[in-house]
């Protein structure tokens, strides 16, 4: 079973709907992290947690809001969706304390806004 | 502050060739640095990291990179491309203990037969 775990792999909405992408680890990290993919702009980072109780935001969290449930899910939702957050969106978790910043992915959420 | 710059959007190569794909990279500490590789449909991957031990890190699949600090940078490469090996690369840089890496923008390699 994969370690990091996204639902749903593919979701097509429309212009103002509200919408939860969900994501869940089984590898004991602490730290999770929210991104967005876009062609040519590499990953950008929404949100991140480093624990049940700390939420941060990145440098695109506008938008966006985040909810960590446990130390094991995280989840990203978009209040009122637009077209410009069309894109591939991916959860990574952190290594345990004094790791050395090496992320691991989840497969992703392809977004399609209409 | 630290930044990531991947010359290249873009890169074409014959399967056998070598491969080589440009990183530089800055950061106020000491860095932490990172190719990932993403293979269609799939979320990114670690392929090699480098966190201040020997310059010269090897990786998965045949891959390696060199950390050169006075030149800031963290090139990929490989002696062989083999078909296997198309997919998207990103460079990342974190600062030690920050937790936070900065990716760069990617770069696509072709493997042509």
């Known amino acids: 079973d994969a370690d990091v775990t996204q639902t749903p792999r593919n979701r097509i909405t429309k212009t103002g709907k509200r919408i939860m992408l969900e994501c869940s680890q089984t590898?004991?990290?602490?730290?999770m992290y929210w991104y967005r993919q876009d062609p040519g702009l590499g990953l950008r980072l929404i949100y991140y947690?480093?624990?049940?109780?700390?939420?941060n935001k990145g440098e695109i969290s506008d938008g966006y809001s985040v909810s960590r449930q446990a130390q094991a899910k995280f989840s990203l939702s978009l209040e009122s969706a637009i077209p410009n957050q069309t894109a591939l969106y991916f959860c990574?978790?952190?290594?345990?304390?004094?790791?050395?910043?090496?992320?691991?992915f989840g497969p992703g959420t392809r977004l399609t806004v209409l | 502050a630290q930044s990531v710059t991947q010359l290249g959007s873009h890169v074409s190569v014959s399967e056998g060739a070598l491969v080589l794909l440009r990183c530089n990279y800055s950061?106020?500490?000491?860095?932490?640095l990172f190719w990932y590789v993403q293979y269609p449909n799939q979320g990114l991957q670690l392929l090699l990291k480098?966190?201040?031990?020997?310059?010269l890190v090897k990786g998965i699949n045949g891959f390696e990179a060199e950390f050169k600090k006075s030149e800031t940078s963290f090139h990929l490469t490989k002696p062989s491309a083999h078909m296997s090996d198309a997919a998207e690369y990103f460079c990342?840089?974190?600062?030690?203990?920050?937790?936070?890496?900065?990716f760069g923008r990617g770069t696509s390699l072709i493997v042509h037969p």
């Open positions: 590898k004991g990290h602490d730290r």
């Open positions: 947690s480093f624990d049940v109780k700390d939420i």
């Open positions: 480098y966190t201040s031990a020997a310059t």
């Open positions: 990574a978790t952190g290594g345990l304390a004094g790791s050395t910043d090496t992320q691991y």
């Open positions: 990342a840089v974190s600062g030690g203990g920050s937790y936070i890496p900065t």
């Open positions: 950061s106020s500490v000491p860095p932490y």
